[in-house]
C-alpha cells in the first residue's frame, strides 16, 4: 500500500516519490533544525542595543536569507535542466520548498521585528507575498494533478481537441436535413464553441452562454415540437442533439482540465513576478544599507 | 442538355479530381438538400439557396427565400449573365465558375473554404495554459522589478547625489522615508529626513568628525589609542567581529560604535560589559590610570576617593582625590587626638547674642583643619557636632529664631543644605543665606540703626571699621555725633587739651576695634582662619579664603532624591553629629552603597550598572555633566 503521497505508477508500476517527500524529507528535516537554531541564537542572545538587521546576528542573518534568496530565485533556470540523481530537480525542488519557507522565520528574526513604511520592509513584504504565493502552489501541485489525471481519462489534451472536431465533423453531416433556422444554430455551435477565455472564466468555469450548449437546448425544444408522424424530421433530430450532448460532455471535461490547469499556473504569475520585485527591492536594500554606511 | 456541372475536389496531396454532371433541365436548383441540381453540403448555405434558370444565350441565378450570395464581393440576392461572360458566384465556402464550352453552361463547384472547427483552429496548449491569456510572468516581472528599482534604488539615489539646492526638500525626505532603518534617538529626530547631515558620504561610515561638528563640548573619554591599549585582550568572537568591521570599513572607537542611531531612544550602549571591558584590571595595561580597577559594582568596586580641596582659593582652588575614605577617616581620627577632649569640653556660647556686634566664636586650633592630614581643607572653621546639638546654645538659638525663620527646636540638616530642584544635588551654603541668621555680621547699633560689615571683603571690612570708630571719637571730642549726645554749647565748653587727646587717640581705638574682630573672640575668628600681620603696628590681616565642595565625588552622580524616603535620615549616610571639624568628609563608602547595590546582573540587590551613576562623557571639574543615562530621573 503506498502511503500518503506515494503513487504508484499504474502502468510501470514505479513507485513515485513526491518532491515533497524526497529523500525522506531531507530538507524538511534541515529547515527545521537551521529554524529551530535560529530562534534559539535570537533568544539566547542579547546584542545591543537590541535584536535588528544591524547586529552581528542581523548581518548574519540577512546574509544567509539575501544568498538563499538568491538561490531560490535559480530554480527558474534549474527547471529548464532536467537531471536524476542526487542533485535532481526533484530534489532541487524539495530544498526549494523547504529552504524556502524557513525564510519566513530567519528572515522575520533577521527584521528583530522592526517594521516601517520603507524599502527593508518592502523587501519583506514582497518576499512573504511570494512565499504565500508559493503555498499555494504546494497545494495545488499536492491536490489537482489527481483530479487531473482522473478527468483526463488519459487522454492528452490534444486528444480531447481532435474529440471534439471529429464531433464537429459528425455535427456538420447531420445536420444537413435541418431546416435553416435550426441549420444555423448548429452552424453557430460548430463556429463559436469557447475553450479557455479569460483566466476569471477559466477559473470558473461557468459558460452561461456556450454555442453548443444552446444549440442542444434548441433542437431538443424543435424536436419536441416536430410532428412525430413526419416521418425522418425526429430522426435527425435525434442525431443531432445526441451528438450535440456528447460535444457537451466532452467539453465539460476539457473545461475541467483548464480550470485544473489555471489553479496550477494561476500562483506562479504572482510567484515569478513578485520574485523580480523582490530581488530589485532587496538590491535597493541592501545598498541604501551600504551607502549610508 | 443545357449544362455541365462539375465538382472539383482537392486532395490534401495537391492531386484534383473532378466528378461531371449533365444537367438537361433550364431550371435548376442550388442548396444544401441532396436532391438539389447543384448539391453544396454545407450548414451556411440554404435547403433550397437558389435557382438557376438558363435561357439562350444568357442564364439568370436568383436567390430564395432571405438567402443572398456573393458576387465581387458583393452580396446580392439576383444576377443575370450573358453566356460566355465569365462568373465568380460564391455560396457559403463554395465558389461556383459559370463559363461556356459548345453552346452549354459549365459550371464548376468547388470548396474553397477548408472545413474548419473552433476546436481545431487553435493548438491544444493555447486552449488549456494560461499562458494565452492576458497574464504574463515575463513583462510582469520586468515591470514590477523596474517599477521596485526605479522607485527605490534609482529615485533615493539620484535625489542623495544631487546638490541639494537642486532637489526640492520634499523629495529628499521622501527618498530618507524610503531607505531609513529606524527611527533616531530623540535629539537626532530633526534629522531624520537628512540623511546628508551624518552620512556625508556614500559608502563610507559615519565618521566621529561628523558628530563632533555639533557635538564640539562633549568630552572624550579618553584618547582613543590609549583607549585601545586600555581594553583587554579580545576574545575570539571580539577578535572576528572586530576584523569583520575592519573590512567593512567601520573603524574601531568611533561615536557610532556606541551611539547606535536608528534604534529610537535605545541606541546608545549602556551595558556595563562596554565599561568593564576596559576597567576591570585596567591599571595592568595603563599604570597610570587615574581610576581604579572594577569588574562588578556588588563585588569589585574600589572604595570612593573623594575630591577634596588642598588649597583654598575664590578663583583657582588646589584639589586632590589622593586619598581613599579610609586616609580620611584616619585624618578624622588624629585630627580628633591631636585637638584633644579638653579643646572641646564646652562650647563658649557666652554672650552670644543675635545682631549683636559681639559675637564670639569658639576657639579653635589649627587641627580643626585638614591642614597636613587627610582632611579637605576648605578654609572654614565648622563643627558640624556644635551644630546638630539637641540641647545647648545653638539649640537655644533656633528657639529663639524660631519658625518665623524656618527653625525648630534645634538646628536641621535641612536649615543650611537646600535641595536643588533637580534633586540630585544642594545649593550651595553661604554666608549671607545660611550664617547670617545666626552670625551676624552687625558691629553698631547707633539710635536704633544697624551698621554691619561686608562679608567676605577683608580690606573693606578694615577700612569701615577705621572709619567708623574714627569718626565716633572724633565726633564725641567735638560734641557731636557719637553716642552720648550733650546739649549745645557743651562742646564749646570742653577744653582743647580733651580735643588734641581725643583727634591723637582716635587711630589707636579704631585699630584696636579692627584687631579685636579678627582675634579670638572676634567676629571673623569664629569661622575664618586668620593670619595676623607680621608687625604688630600694621593692620594687614590677612583670612584664608574659603572653597567649600558642592560634591565630593564629582566623577559620579548621586541623586539625592530617589533616597529620601520616611525613614531614613541624612545622618544615616552623613555622620555629622559626631563631626568636630569641618576637615571631615562626610561622605558615605561605598559599602554602605553595596548594601542595596549590586553590579548589574545582581540577584537579590539592585541592579546597578556603571552608567547609573557614571557618565561616559563626564569631565571632572568645572563643566557640566551629562546625566547619565542609566540614572534616575529626579522626581
Known amino acids: 500500500m503506498a502511503k500518503r503521497g506515494e503513487l504508484v505508477d499504474r502502468r510501470s508500476g514505479a513507485r513515485h516519490e513526491s518532491f515533497l517527500r524526497h529523500h525522506d524529507y531531507f530538507y524538511l528535516k534541515f529547515a527545521v533544525v537551521a529554524c529551530v537554531a535560529a530562534i534559539g541564537i535570537y533568544i539566547f542572545t542579547s546584542p545591543a542595543p537590541r535584536h535588528n538587521g544591524g547586529t552581528w546576528y542581523g548581518y548574519t542573518l540577512g546574509t544567509i536569507s539575501a544568498l538563499l534568496i538568491v538561490w531560490l530565485t535559480l530554480l527558474g533556470l534549474r527547471k529548464r535542466a532536467i537531471t536524476a540523481g542526487k542533485w535532481s530537480l526533484k530534489g532541487w525542488t524539495s530544498a526549494h520548498v523547504y529552504l524556502g519557507l524557513s525564510l519566513i522565520v530567519l528572515a522575520t528574526l533577521h527584521t528583530g521585528f522592526q517594521f516601517g513604511w520603507n524599502v527593508h520592509t518592502l523587501a519583506y513584504v514582497l518576499m512573504t507575498i511570494v512565499i504565500v504565493s508559493g503555498l499555494f502552489g504546494i497545494y495545488f501541485y499536492a491536490t489537482v494533478p489527481a483530479r487531473m489525471s482522473d478527468n483526463r481519462a488519459e487522454k492528452s489534451t490534444a486528444q480531447m481537441v481532435e474529440e471534439i472536431a471529429a464531433l464537429d465533423n459528425d455535427l456538420r453531416e447531420a445536420a444537413q436535413p435541418l431546416s435553416e433556422a435550426n441549420a444555423i444554430v448548429v452552424q453557430h455551435a460548430i463556429d463559436n464553441t469557447k475553450l479557455g477565455g479569460g483566466v476569471f472564466a477559466r477559473l470558473r468555469n461557468t459558460h452561461p452562454s456556450c454555442a453548443t450548449q444552446h444549440a442542444l437546448d434548441t433542437l431538443k425544444a424543435a424536436a419536441a415540437r416536430a410532428p412525430r408522424v413526419q416521418g425522418g424530421g425526429a430522426g435527425e433530430f435525434a442525431q443531432v442533439t445526441s451528438l450535440l450532448e456528447r460535444k457537451t460532455v466532452l467539453l465539460e471535461r476539457a473545461r475541467r482540465h483548464i480550470r485544473y490547469r489555471a489553479l496550477l499556473e494561476l500562483w506562479l504569475y504572482i510567484h515569478v513576478p513578485v520574485t523580480f520585485a523582490l530581488l530589485a527591492a532587496l538590491i535597493a536594500h541592501i545598498v541604501s544599507v551600504f551607502y549610508f554606511w | 442538355m443545357t449544362a455541365t ?467 565716633r571719637v572724633v565726633g564725641a571730642a567735638l560734641g557731636g555725633g557719637g553716642e552720648d549726645r550733650r546739649r549745645p554749647g557743651e562742646a564749646a565748653q570742653r577744653s582743647a587739651g580733651f580735643r588734641a587727646t581725643a583727634f591723637a587717640q582716635a587711630p589707636q581705638r579704631a585699630a584696636s576695634r579692627v584687631r579685636a574682630i579678627f582675634s579670638e573672640g572676634g567676629a571673623c575668628y569664629g569661622c575664618h582662619i586668620v593670619t595676623p600681620p607680621a608687625r604688630a603696628d600694621s593692620l594687614d590681616f590677612q583670612v584664608q579664603p574659603v572653597t567649600l565642595r558642592d560634591t565630593f565625588l564629582p566623577k559620579a552622580l548621586f541623586a539625592h532624591r530617589p533616597h529620601e524616603t520616611a525613614e531614613r535620615q541624612c545622618e544615616d549616610c552623613h555622620e555629622a553629629r559626631s563631626s568636630k571639624s569641618s576637615a571631615d568628609v562626610l561622605v558615605p563608602n561605598v559599602a554602605s552603597c553595596q548594601a542595596c547595590h549590586g553590579g548589574e546582573r545582581a540577584a537579590a540587590n539592585v541592579q546597578s550598572g556603571c552608567v547609573m551613576c557614571h557618565g561616559f562623557h563626564s569631565k571632572d571639574e568645572g563643566a557640566a555633566r551629562m546625566t547619565p543615562t542609566g540614572a534616575r530621573a529626579p522626581k
Request: with cysteine; charged share 25%.
Open chain 2, 5 to 471: 456541372i462539375r465538382t472539383i475536389t482537392r486532395r490534401a496531396s495537391g492531386r484534383e479530381s473532378t466528378r461531371t454532371t449533365e444537367v438537361a433541365t433550364n431550371q435548376l436548383s442550388i442548396g444544401r438538400a441532396t436532391d438539389c441540381d447543384i448539391h453544396l453540403p454545407d450548414l451556411r448555405i440554404g435547403l433550397r439557396h437558389a435557382r438557376l434558370t438558363i435561357s439562350a444565350g444568357a442564364f439568370l441565378i436568383e436567390a430564395e427565400g432571405d438567402n443572398e450570395f456573393k458576387v465581387g464581393g458583393r452580396s446580392i440576392r439576383r444576377i443575370e449573365q450573358r453566356l460566355g461572360a465569365p462568373l465568380e458566384a460564391h455560396f457559403g465556402p463554395y465558389v461556383l465558375k459559370f463559363s461556356e464550352a459548345a453552346g452549354r453552361l459549365v459550371v464548376d463547384v468547388e470548396r474553397v473554404q477548408q472545413i474548419a472547427t473552433a476546436a481545431q483552429s487553435i493548438h491544444s496548449d493555447q486552449v488549456f495554459s494560461l499562458r494565452h491569456t492576458w497574464l504574463s510572468k515575463r513583462s510582469a516581472a520586468w515591470g514590477f522589478g523596474l517599477l521596485v528599482a526605479a522607485l527605490f534604488l534609482v529615485f533615493p539615489i539620484a535625489t542623495f547625489a544631487t546638490n541639494e539646492d537642486a532637489v526640492p526638500a520634499a523629495a529628499r525626505m521622501q527618498a530618507g522615508q524610503m531607505w531609513i532603518s529606524g527611527e533616531l534617538s530623540g535629539p537626532h529626530e530633526l534629522l531624520a529626513r537628512d540623511c546628508g547631515a551624518c552620512h556625508e558620504a556614500a559608502f563610507v561610515s559615519v565618521r566621529d568628525e561628523t558628530c563632533v561638528a555639533c557635538h564640539r563640548e562633549t568630552n572624550r573619554h579618553a584618547d582613543n589609542a590609549r583607549m585601545i591599549r586600555a581594553h583587554g585582550a579580545m576574545s575570539m568572537t571580539e577578535k572576528g567581529m572586530r576584523t569583520v568591521a575592519d573590512t567593512f570599513n567601520k573603524p574601531a572607537g568611533r561615536c557610532a560604535e556606541c551611539h547606535m542611531e536608528h534604534n529610537g531612544d535605545d541606541g546608545v550602549a549602556t551595558a556595563s560589559p562596554s565599561c568593564t571591558g576596559c576597567h576591570n584590571a585596567m591599571t595592568a595595561r595603563l599604570p597610570d590610570a587615574t581610576v581604579g580597577d572594577v569588574s562588578d559594582f556588588g563585588r569589585d568596586h574600589p572604595e570612593f576617593r573623594p575630591t577634596v580641596v588642598r588649597q583654598a582659593n575664590l578663583r583657582a582652588p588646589k584639589l586632590t582625590r589622593q586619598w581613599t575614605l579610609g586616609d580620611l577617616e584616619k585624618g578624622r581620627l588624629a585630627r580628633e587626638t591631636a585637638a584633644g577632649a579638653g579643646a572641646r569640653a564646652a562650647v563658649v556660647c557666652d554672650g552670644f547674642a543675635i545682631g549683636q556686634p559681639n559675637f564670639r566664636g569658639v576657639p579653635h586650633t589649627g587641627a580643626m583643619t585638614g591642614d597636613g592630614l587627610a582632611g579637605d581643607n576648605s578654609g572654614l572653621v565648622f563643627p558640624h557636632d556644635v551644630h546638630l546639638q539637641e540641647r545647648g546654645c545653638v539649640a537655644a538659638v533656633a528657639r529663639r529664631l524660631n519658625a518665623d525663620e524656618g527653625y525648630g527646636d534645634k538646628l536641621e540638616c535641612k536649615n543650611c543644605h537646600t535641595e536643588n530642584e533637580d534633586g540630585v544635588g544642594f545649593r550651595p551654603v553661604s554666608m549671607e543665606r545660611n550664617c547670617s541668621a545666626c552670625h551676624s555680621l552687625v558691629f553698631e547699633n547707633v539710635g536704633g540703626f544697624e551698621r554691619e560689615l561686608r562679608h567676605g571683603r577683608t580690606k573693606d571690612v578694615i577700612a569701615t571699621l577705621l572709619d567708623f570708630y574714627q569718626a
